[in-house]
């Protein structure tokens, strides 16, 4: 057993009202990969951002190959050879790759050798990389390469990972681990953190597991079973959703030939895109990040219009309707992003429930704002969605991202929609909250409504929908029953591995 | 050290107590700055502050005073705050108030001498069209081609400067001015008055107008849609779109309003306080509005308040002016002061202050 | 146009275009970080009724121009405070800069009116200015004015070619990031903050002691409104701001000379040109929905508060 490199001793830090972090110790072997897992707000970033000199913790001591380790800020953290890939926020979009890379070193080479260097790693470890592209027009997996790259051209003795594979395809992920594998066998360590089980089993050596700011297991991740170690991380076991199959009713939505330009210059266009929704059905859009997601919701909800004639509810034409009009026909929509997008942050909850249900809920008389019907609306989705809260007049920054996700889908299914259209309904929600908001699709499906689940999370897209289909760089493929789909098929409708080949430029034929 | 940390929820006292601490702030640092210039600083700030309102000498003229300068920043304020709130930062009220002030000037004068009371109506809706004509200017250039109507309102004003000069020298000038810039008296003459309406009190129908104004964007902001959308808009753009709320519709709106409003309180200065067009009969209230807007935390009855006290400050100043010799630009620095202090209280609102280290609950 | 000579008017152009450059250039760099100081107007007055007190009083007009330029970035340094640590709205405090500088200036002039500042001397011997053509347009102005020019091309280096423009450019696209890497954000941007107060006090300064040369109050008439929208105008392009500002010093120095010429077109129209000209171009460089917006700093006039 050779020494650990990176010792960990009771660390705490507090903030106002939560302990992100209680007394947590671990050890870390060099050439080891270790996961730290755990929910969302299980403490797993604070801990890191303590390890990279983000933050200083407000106890205990940690040991850097047996020298005490106090980073003050990254930058003396990546002097001692502690590197870390973010899981947002760190790459600027409008600067190309090699200024991207040269802004996370410490002593950059000119620009020219930084290139030629950027290449050398890039063929190093299977990673392809243009230095000379701009951040902004690289796609989800290519953008995590820049960051590993930045990473590696300072040979790191630990290298941090946060998430790493929300944003990648089966296939990617595939490159990944055998970068990683590689990089432990050249005596780098890794810290892993991540919630997917079936990839610390297939990776790590190691395991501490998170619950709340406390270590409450450790444990080899290839020892024990996945439900084993879900259920650590809960503290429960957690129910698989009920579902009983129903017959798909009449059309309700009719998509055909829907392309759009992007608003945004770092937008995605959409192509082409087609689709048929039942009554009765869920279906699930899979797709990494930025291949046309918000986009797509953006065109079915109304806050971007569409040529005539691609879009029907119910055979109403609906294309150059703006997003109260289709309310009022029965189509409602829950963005991804909570906070300025589904909710006004520092609007009441009151305030918000307006924000969408003021039509369908009679909630105004001649533009004048009924405002008590409005808190019993917020106060009925609060009650039945199980929002916690102390009541409809907090504003919605003060909720959890899974109790403000709970009133924002209540929100909309309280308003008996037709046709549901939801973007990552889960994405950063704690366990029992997303079980809660997958349960209450699957019911709003029972009753005869359709529902559109657009996310990045496929085990939640096999778990729920009827059919997936799968959305990459704007095109969206031929559906297929979700029942018996497998990750390899998923991830070569997902378009594989991107930009791998060169000569594959185009979307894989998906067989139907 | 201290740090700050983000409120879960704005803090309601605070948003009441800073506008408060603000005044108290900057009559201290006035109070400094008055000491530098050679003078007693209690003494300057009473007399800007309480002499006005409560010296026998001053008080009969000063009092009447408060309500004629506080009814053109109320209501320009209150169409600007709209657009505050909505994220649409119309700084060019000067230049809607001075086109404001000329229209309906020319429309008064255009019936000369003829003293039919629909004139002084006709004026009013004039002046409105006017103001609301030169802020549509900004507003169709920032809905048609994303211009910045920051930058563009604010060029505006030096153009109505521009038009302003040649309106009191040239087209709108005196016949019987003996060459004199400056056109007719229009508060001398009936029919084009806008004069006292309750002797003593300084009440005007522009003062009229900014209380009816008040009250309007009460209801509006409180208890109507599009005042919901306007704060939306301003709070979480992406939000408001989901919502269905059309920008550009409230961009012109935001800007419509704001401008006409501009434009009614310069035809009411310019047909009574101001009497005539001439080159410089604008005092900068478009700017000063500014201030008011923001010192009433963009709330209705906060710019009320906000409004009078701006209005003691000028006729204080004014005061001093005469009574200590401190030149009136003391009082355009005071209240720029009295802004920034606001600014740098408002952080209290949104965070709580820690000091010292962070330590481990 | 007849009665106007092309070589003065080019030369006058360069002299009626330093101020707003100069203005411009700093406020570039500061938007540049990702702040948007709307008090460019303010700082430039302040900036130039400090460099005519100290020219007057000590009789250098040098230690006018440093104190024109101490004088806006002190100015600016009240803008820094409150945004960058008192988070406060950028928008309105810069207005409120602006207004606080036009009262304070003219409470500082208040004995300075009517005043002539110490002369500013060329930089070349007369022997260089006498060559034809050339010579009053090469070497016929004082040495802000290649300064003015310096400036343009270091900011244009050091944006572009050194770590420090790198760094400053990463801090205006996205603070987050910036910060997550570890970088001072809130120290960057103040630094900006203070070298853009300090090139609108130059300009400012060099408006009083130069360009008129006396002080009035609210003498600079919307010179720093016009910088703001050059910086827009030039895309964030240091090169392009010089174009810019020396196209807006045409057209000031032509109408100057076409009313002095009394040609046939209303003053009115020539006294408002500048400003309509100045919103003309802002719609026509507004209304291209290319990627040249891409050169806007992503982070602009946004507050960054580092949430732990």
């Known amino acids: 057993?050779?020494?650990?490199?990176?010792?960990?001793?009771?660390?705490?830090?507090?903030?106002?009202?939560?302990?992100?972090?209680?007394?947590?110790?671990?050890?870390?072997?060099?050439?080891?990969?270790?996961?730290?897992?755990?929910?969302?707000?299980?403490?797993?970033?604070?801990?890191?951002?303590?390890?990279?000199?983000?933050?200083?913790?407000?106890?205990?001591?940690?040991?850097?190959?047996?020298?005490?380790?106090?980073?003050?800020?990254?930058?003396?953290?990546?002097?001692?050879?502690?590197?870390?890939?973010?899981?947002?926020?760190?790459?600027?979009?409008?600067?190309?790759?090699?200024?991207?890379?040269?802004?996370?070193?410490?002593?950059?080479?000119?620009?020219?050798?930084?290139?030629?260097q950027i290449r050398e790693v890039s063929e190093t470890y299977g990673l392809p990389l243009d230095p000379d592209r701009l951040v902004g027009d690289l796609s989800a997996g290519e953008r995590q390469r820049v960051e590993i790259i930045r990473c590696l051209l300072q040979d790191p003795k630990l290298l941090i990972m946060d998430e790493p594979t929300s944003v990648l395809t089966p296939?990617?992920?595939?490159?990944?681990?055998?970068?990683?594998?590689?990089?432990?066998?050249?005596?780098?360590?890794?810290?892993?953190?991540?919630?997917?089980?079936?990839?610390?089993?297939?990776?790590?050596?190691?395991?501490?597991?998170?619950?709340?700011?406390?270590?409450?297991?450790?444990?080899?991740?290839?020892?024990?079973?996945a439900a084993h170690m879900a259920e650590l991380m809960v503290g429960k076991s957690l129910a698989a959703p009920a579902r009983a199959a129903t017959p798909p009713g009449a059309v309700l939505l009719k998509v055909t030939g829907l392309s759009l330009e992007p608003a945004t210059p770092f937008g995605t266009p959409l192509r082409?895109?087609?689709?048929?929704?039942?009554?009765?059905?869920?279906?699930?859009?899979?797709?990494?990040?930025?291949?046309?997601?918000?986009?797509?919701?953006?065109?079915?909800?109304?806050?971007?219009?569409?040529?005539?004639?691609?879009?029907?509810?119910?055979?109403?034409?609906?294309?150059?309707?703006?997003?109260?009009?289709?309310?009022?026909?029965?189509?409602?929509?829950?963005?991804?992003?909570?906070?300025?997008?589904?909710?006004?942050?520092?609007?009441?909850?009151?305030?918000?429930?307006?924000?969408?249900?003021?039509?369908?809920?009679?909630?105004?008389?001649?533009?004048?704002?009924?405002?008590?019907?409005?808190?019993?609306?917020?106060?009925?989705?609060?009650?039945?969605?199980?929002?916690?809260?102390?009541?409809?007049?907090?504003?919605?920054?003060?909720?959890?991202?899974?109790?403000?996700?709970?009133?924002?889908?209540?929100?909309?299914?309280?308003?008996?929609?037709?046709?549901?259209?939801?973007?990552?309904?889960?994405?950063?929600?704690?366990?029992?909250?997303?079980?809660?908001?997958?349960?209450?699709?699957?019911?709003?499906?029972?009753?005869?409504?359709?529902?559109?689940?657009?996310?990045?999370?496929?085990?939640?897209?096999?778990?729920?929908?009827?059919?997936?289909?799968?959305?990459?760089?704007?095109?969206?493929?031929?559906?297929?029953?979700?029942?018996?789909?497998?990750?390899?098929?998923?991830?070569?409708?997902?378009?594989?591995?991107?930009?791998?080949?060169?000569?594959?430029?185009?979307?894989?034929?998906?067989?139907? | 050290m201290f740090r700050l940390e983000k409120r879960p929820m704005p803090s309601r006292v605070w948003i009441v107590a800073t506008p408060v601490i603000a005044v108290i702030l900057t009559m201290i640092a006035g109070g400094i700055m008055f000491a530098i210039l050679g003078q007693d600083p209690v003494e300057a700030i009473r007399i800007i502050f309480l002499d006005p309102l409560f010296d026998e000498r001053f008080a009969s003229f000063s009092r009447p005073q408060l309500l004629v300068k506080a009814g053109p920043l109320i209501l320009i304020a209150i169409g600007l705050a709209l657009g505050f709130r909505a994220g649409i930062w119309n700084i060019g009220a000067e230049g809607q108030y001075i086109i404001g002030a000329i229209c309906g000037a020319a429309f008064g004068l255009a019936f000369y001498p003829s003293e039919n009371p629909l004139i002084f109506p006709g004026m009013v809706l004039a002046g409105l069209f006017g103001g609301w004509a030169w802020a549509m200017i900004p507003a169709v250039l920032r809905t048609r081609f994303r211009t910045n109507e920051i930058l563009v309102s604010l060029l505006l004003v030096y153009v109505a400067e521009a038009i302003l000069a040649s309106a009191a020298t040239g087209f709108l000038r005196n016949p019987d001015g003996r060459g004199f810039p400056g056109s007719r008296n229009l508060s001398q003459h009936p029919g084009t008055d806008n004069l006292e309406l309750v002797a003593g009190t300084g009440m005007h129908w522009g003062v009229v107008a900014a209380f009816i104004a008040v009250i309007f964007s009460y209801v509006l902001l409180n208890r109507h849609l599009m005042g919901y959308q306007i704060k939306l808009a301003g709070q979480a753009p992406r939000?408001?779109?989901?919502?269905?709320?059309?920008?550009?519709?409230?961009?012109?709106?935001?800007?419509?309003?704001?401008?006409?409003?501009?434009?009614?309180?310069?035809?009411?200065?310019?047909?009574?306080?101001?009497?005539?067009?001439?080159?410089?009969?604008?005092?900068?209230?478009?700017?000063?509005?500014?201030?008011?807007?923001?010192?009433?935390r963009l709330h209705p009855v906060g710019i009320l308040l906000a409004g009078l006290l701006m209005a003691l400050t000028y006729i204080g100043g004014e005061l001093a002016q005469l009574m200590l010799g401190i030149p009136a630009s003391a009082i355009q620095a005071f209240q720029g002061m009295l802004l920034f202090f606001l600014l740098a209280l408002d952080v209290l609102s949104n965070y709580r202050v820690r000091i010292g280290r962070e330590v481990a609950a | 146009m007849m009665g106007i000579d092309p070589v003065t008017l080019i030369v006058a152009l360069i002299g009626a275009s330093t101020p707003i450059l100069l203005a411009a250039i700093g406020e570039l760099v500061v938007e540049k970080s990702g702040v948007l100081n709307l008090g460019v107007e303010g700082m430039m007055i302040v900036g130039a009724v400090s460099g005519f007190i100290i020219a007057i009083n000590t009789g250098s007009p040098w230690l006018g121009f440093a104190a024109g330029a101490v004088g806006g970035a002190g100015l600016s340094l009240i803008f820094a405070l409150l945004t960058q640590y008192l988070l406060s709205n950028q928008v309105a405090t810069g207005l409120a800069l602006t207004l606080f500088g036009l009262g304070l200036s003219s409470l500082m002039g208040e004995a300075y009116t009517g005043i002539n500042p110490p002369l500013t001397p060329d930089l070349f011997p007369q022997a260089l200015r006498d060559i034809p053509v050339a010579g009053p347009i090469l070497f016929g102005h004082d040495l802000v004015i290649y300064l003015s020019i310096l400036l343009v091309a270091g900011v244009w280096y050091a944006l572009h070619h050194t770590r420090m423009g790198l760094i400053l450019r990463a801090v205006g696209e996205s603070h987050d990031a910036a910060h997550a890497l570890g970088y001072k954000v809130i120290r960057i941007r103040i630094c900006a903050i203070l070298f853009g107060g300090a090139c609108a006090g130059l300009g400012g300064a060099y408006l009083s002691l130069v360009r008129v040369p006396s002080w009035t109050e609210g003498m600079t008439a919307g010179a720093g409104w016009i910088a703001l929208a050059i910086v827009v105008f030039a895309s964030w392009k240091p090169w392009r701001a010089l174009i810019g500002a020396y196209l807006f010093g045409g057209i000031a120095a032509l109408q100057l000379r076409l009313q002095a010429a009394e040609i046939n077109i209303p003053v009115m129209f020539l006294d408002m040109s500048p400003y309509l000209v100045t919103i003309i171009v802002l719609v026509i460089i507004s209304s291209d929905r290319g990627r040249a917006a891409l050169n806007a700093p992503a982070a602009l006039g946004k507050v960054f508060h580092a949430s732990g």
């Open chain 1, 272 to 512: 082409h895109i087609g689709m048929e929704l039942r009554a009765g059905e869920i279906l699930g859009i899979g797709g990494v990040a930025g291949n046309g997601q918000d986009e797509l919701l953006a065109a079915l909800s109304g806050e971007a219009r569409t040529t005539p004639g691609t879009i029907a509810l119910e055979g109403a034409q609906i294309g150059a309707l703006g997003p109260n009009e289709r309310r009022r026909l029965g189509l409602l929509c829950a963005p991804e992003e909570r906070l300025g997008h589904a909710a006004a942050p520092d609007m009441s909850l009151t305030e918000n429930a307006l924000l969408t249900a003021r039509l369908r809920q009679g909630l105004d008389r001649h533009g004048f704002l009924n405002w008590n019907g409005a808190q019993a609306y917020a106060e009925q989705v609060i009650a039945k969605f199980d929002v916690r809260t102390p009541g409809a007049h907090v504003a919605a920054r003060a909720l959890s991202g899974g109790n403000l996700q709970k009133f924002v889908i209540g929100r909309e299914i309280m308003q008996a929609p037709r046709v549901l259209v939801v973007n990552q309904p889960t994405w950063g929600v704690d366990a029992s909250a997303a079980a809660d908001i997958r349960q209450a699709l699957l019911d709003l499906a029972q009753n005869g409504a359709a529902v559109i689940c657009i996310s990045q999370d496929l085990d939640e897209l096999l778990e729920i929908s009827d059919r997936f289909c799968a959305l990459n760089e704007g095109r969206l493929s031929a559906p297929r029953p979700a029942r018996g789909l497998s990750m390899e098929e998923i991830g070569l409708m997902l378009g594989g591995a991107h930009d791998m080949h060169e000569a594959d430029g185009e979307v894989p034929h998906v067989p139907a």
């Open chain 1, 1 to 116: 057993m050779t020494a650990p490199l990176l010792e960990i001793a009771g660390l705490t830090k507090a903030y106002p009202g939560v302990v992100a972090n209680d007394t947590v110790s671990f050890a870390i072997r060099p050439g080891e990969v270790h996961a730290l897992l755990g929910e969302n707000g299980a403490g797993k970033s604070t801990l890191v951002k303590m390890i990279y000199g983000l933050v200083r913790p407000d106890a205990g001591s940690m040991t850097l190959e047996g020298a005490p380790f106090t980073p003050a800020e990254p930058r003396a953290a990546r002097a001692a050879g502690v590197a870390m890939v973010f899981q947002h926020f760190s790459l600027f979009e409008a600067l190309n790759v090699a200024e991207n890379v040269a802004l996370g070193m410490e002593d950059p080479p000119r620009p020219r050798d930084l290139a030629q």
């Open chain 2, 239 to 296: 939000a408001a779109k989901f919502a269905g709320v059309n920008p550009t519709r409230l961009i012109v709106l935001c800007l419509g309003v704001s401008g006409a409003l501009a434009g009614m309180a310069g035809l009411f200065e310019v047909a009574g306080p101001a009497g005539q067009i001439s080159i410089d009969f604008n005092v900068g209230y478009g700017f000063t509005a500014i201030i008011v807007a923001f010192l009433g």
């Open chain 1, 171 to 225: 296939q990617e992920v595939e490159i990944l681990f055998h970068t990683l594998r590689k990089l432990s066998a050249e005596g780098t360590a890794i810290l892993y953190i991540s919630h997917k089980l079936e990839e610390i089993r297939a990776l790590c050596d190691a395991a501490t597991i998170l619950r709340l700011g406390k270590v409450v297991a450790e444990c080899t991740p290839r020892e024990v079973s």
